[in-house]
């Protein structure tokens, strides 16, 4: 009931592992399948290896969670044992993957083999990445365009929400051709400790997750659904089955989960059994209920 296609990869079910959530490894992407996750996503890699930023990277709000982790990574040449082994879990592993420009996205792209590849375009604290380039569509354009010609495997592009208007980066990515978006990263934000003055986190400011976040993500995947041709996947301050149910109505096709792993290891198979008896008590499918709210 829960089988889900997307781009043409087939998902057990619609949940996934968002990147930078138990990513690092071949052997945390494989416990994250097990405790049912349908597809994982790996932490963010790059050209050159990155230490990131400074300590504290991390902070606990009572909204969710504010970090800086600032994309530390071996580098892509010695990432692909990663996803070998994360493979022999038979979900499909996406490659999450970011670059200072076109080239360096497409040639990572070209590089590694996995099952397809989403476009940091989006981090919101680290300097000259992420969301410094994916807040202009010009530039999330020409990086689709350059990583769809570098690679056979799908492309979804990761969209930053810290924009006026997030439907016009998500139709840059979808005339680059990308085969999904996904929405959203973190939103920016900053915690100051009140007994120094001093910012809590090292790079001063980061990313805000958690589940504080869910009711701007909706937004985002309720805009992009009506805007885009292509599909939407759903990610931010899902922690329960609730919400997932929220963004499938919303529009969208399948949806990422990050924050919520820390509290709970096995919320991908609490939430597809809660999920699949919703479904069944209200005589449902999946299909039934995507983007269900563009109906009223």
């Given at each position: 009931m829960l089988t889900t296609k997307i781009s043409g990869l087939e998902l057990k079910n619609p949940l996934m592992l968002a990147a930078g959530i138990m990513g690092t490894t071949g052997g945390s992407l494989k416990r994250m399948a097990?405790?049912?996750?349908?597809?994982?996503?790996?932490?963010?890699?790059?050209?050159?290896?990155?230490?990131?930023?400074?300590?504290?990277?991390?902070?606990?709000l009572r909204c969710g969670y504010l970090n800086a982790m600032g994309l530390p990574n071996p580098s892509y040449k010695l990432f692909q044992p990663e996803i070998d082994e994360a493979k022999h879990a038979g979900v499909p592993v996406i490659a999450s993957i970011f670059g200072v420009d076109a080239s360096e996205f497409s040639v990572i792209a070209g590089?590694?083999?996995?099952?397809?590849?989403?476009?940091?375009?989006s981090c919101p604290h680290a300097e000259g990445y992420g969301a410094e380039i994916g807040t202009d569509p010009a530039l999330v354009e020409g990086i689709t365009k350059a990583v769809k010609n570098a690679t056979d495997a799908p492309v979804w592009v990761k969209l930053t929400p810290n924009v006026a208007d997030i439907t016009e980066t998500g139709l840059a990515a979808q005339k680059g051709g990308a085969d999904a978006v996904v929405a959203i990263n973190t939103l920016r934000g900053m915690a100051i400790d009140i007994e120094s003055g001093h910012p809590i986190l090292g790079n001063r400011f980061g990313g805000l997750s958690g589940h504080g976040i869910k009711p701007v993500a909706v937004k985002c995947v309720h805009d992009l659904y009506s805007a885009l041709d292509i599909p939407v996947i759903g990610c931010?301050?899902?922690?329960?089955?609730?919400?997932?149910?929220?963004?499938?109505?919303?529009?969208?096709?399948?949806?990422?989960?990050?924050?919520?792993?820390?509290?709970?290891?096995?919320?991908?198979?609490?939430?597809?059994?809660?999920?699949?008896a919703f479904l069944s008590l209200k005589l449902w499918t999946l299909d039934d209920i995507y983007g269900m709210v563009h109906e009223i």
């Open positions: 097990r405790c049912g996750a349908g597809a994982v996503i790996t932490k963010s890699i790059g050209i050159e290896p990155k230490p990131g930023h400074p300590n504290p990277t991390m902070v606990k590089a590694i083999n996995a099952d397809a590849f989403e476009l940091n375009v931010g301050g899902i922690s329960g089955w609730e919400d997932v149910v929220e963004f499938i109505m919303a529009g969208a096709r399948a949806v990422q989960i990050g924050s919520a792993v820390g509290d709970n290891i096995n919320i991908f198979s609490d939430i597809s059994s809660c999920l699949e």
